[in-house]
């Protein structure tokens, strides 16, 4: 080794261990000023770091309760990149110096310990890069139980998905055309649960929702997708005697059963059915969101045994919504979501072509669905449920959670779709 890769190699490990005291004295400082603030009823709550276009809005829903919240990512997908911090381009400066992006973490990490009392997270990772390539590192879950705070993580989707328990739901499930197992989800049951045991004693609460409750039976189960119901607005569907407008956006056409809906549509153009079918994919959400817009009935998934975020974003535009929802899974009532699987799928868009008249109802019902169960609104009253429940905050803290919640409760009851 030359003496110039010494030095490197010498400096590297100072600073590593010196953003290893500053997170610590950032934890144990951290604590305190937690403490104070939610004595005083002035949380603050972070939302993180996995880049999932949701985050603002969860930040949002916290906001209506009177936690002060941001949503803080590393890096960007290319479907949104709308958060309150977003540290992307620094991420990638330092990113090409492999050993200065853990002691980068650390110090952003630090800083948060500072900012924040309630941490969310998914869980695939925190902000420093996880040991084993997933879950949140050790280091990371040590400094925030040292730090005081509450911390929570979420599903969404890939980040809990593994092969066994996902092949036993059923005929029909996101494995069956996966093209290649171990590389879109974590797949290895005993590498999930061992990551599930390893944060366990430092976790506040593992949430869940759906289809997702199968891989984390003892979550709290609420529903933690919002809606922003006040930009997307209330359109319908208006259009009776045209072509049937179908618009299909799947991330992965191979997980959301797409070959299955474009066969019943080939076949029932054969049988002369005029059918209008635009697939969306690489596409921004804003765009998908206008070609929502735009459509008499939006094709979600049809192997998943879910409904999809995407799904819930046309519902609150009012449009009726094609997707496959399994037997046992906890669905909010009143869900007017059209169940189809994919031996039914043809005999269902058949129906919709002969009740154009019954696709406007379903899509008011839609709407109403929307702002009862996943607006901002009704979100933030599930997670208010959720830190009464398990958060063990403060008695001013906890009383100001209970006067917001009161107050939306009220507005919720009295508000038009």
């Known amino acids: 080794m030359s003496i110039q890769n010494s030095i490197k190699i010498y400096i590297y490990n100072k600073i590593d261990i010196l953003t290893k005291k500053i997170l610590h004295r950032c934890a144990v400082l951290g604590k305190k000023r937690t403490e104070a603030r939610l004595n005083k009823g002035r949380a603050r709550s972070l939302w993180g770091v996995t880049p999932i276009l949701t985050l603002p809005l969860k930040a949002a829903c916290d906001e209506l309760i009177g936690i002060k919240a941001r949503s803080w990512v590393l890096t960007t997908y290319g479907i949104s990149s709308n958060f309150h911090v977003n540290l992307k381009k620094f991420t990638q400066i330092i990113q090409k110096n492999q050993y200065l992006y853990q002691p980068y973490c650390r110090l952003v990490l630090a800083w948060c310990l500072l900012r924040y009392d309630i941490f969310h997270y998914f869980y695939d990772r925190g902000f420093l890069v996880p040991s084993n390539f997933f879950g949140v590192h050790i280091e990371e879950l040590e400094a925030i139980k040292l730090s005081g705070k509450r911390l ?11 092969r066994d328990k996902t092949l036993a739901l059923g005929k029909w499930n996101f494995c069956i055309s996966c093209p290649s197992p171990k590389s879109y989800c974590i797949c290895d049951s005993q590498q999930f649960d061992n990551v599930l045991e390893m944060m366990r004693p430092y976790t506040t609460a593992f949430v869940t929702m759906g289809d997702m409750d199968v891989y984390v039976p003892d979550s709290y189960k609420i529903q933690y997708w919002p809606i922003n119901t006040n930009k997307i607005k ?3 569907v208006n259009r009776t005697n045209s072509t049937l407008k179908i618009i ?31 697939r969306l994919h690489g596409v921004s959400n804003a765009q998908v969101l206008k070609a929502f817009s735009e459509a008499d009935l939006i094709a979600d998934q049809f192997i998943g045994g879910f409904y999809g975020y995407t799904a819930l974003e046309a519902m609150a535009f009012g449009k009726p919504v094609l997707s496959y929802i399994g037997e046992g899974m906890n669905v909010p009532e009143g869900c007017p979501i059209i169940n189809t699987n ?40 599930q997670f208010s449920k959720l830190y009464l429940d398990t958060g063990c905050f403060p008695e001013k803290q906890t009383s100001i959670i209970k006067q917001y919640s009161h107050m939306l409760q009220n507005k919720l009851q009295t508000r038009e779709i």
Request: with cysteine; proline share 2%.
């Open 342 to 381: 994919p031996t039914t799928i043809e005999t269902t868009l058949r129906w919709c072509i002969d009740n154009r008249d019954a696709l406007i109802e379903i899509g008011e019902k839609s709407r109403e669905f929307i702002i009862n169960n996943y607006s901002l609104e009704a979100i933030a009253l």
């Open 248 to 278: 299909h956006a799947p991330n992965h056409t191979h997980f959301k059963g797409s070959h299955f809906l474009e066969d019943a549509i080939h076949s029932l153009r054969l049988q002369g059915m005029n059918i209008e079918y635009i």
């Open 234 to 236: 209330y359109v319908g």
């Open 152 to 162: 929570y993580f979420y599903a969404y989707g890939a980040d809990v998905r593994t």
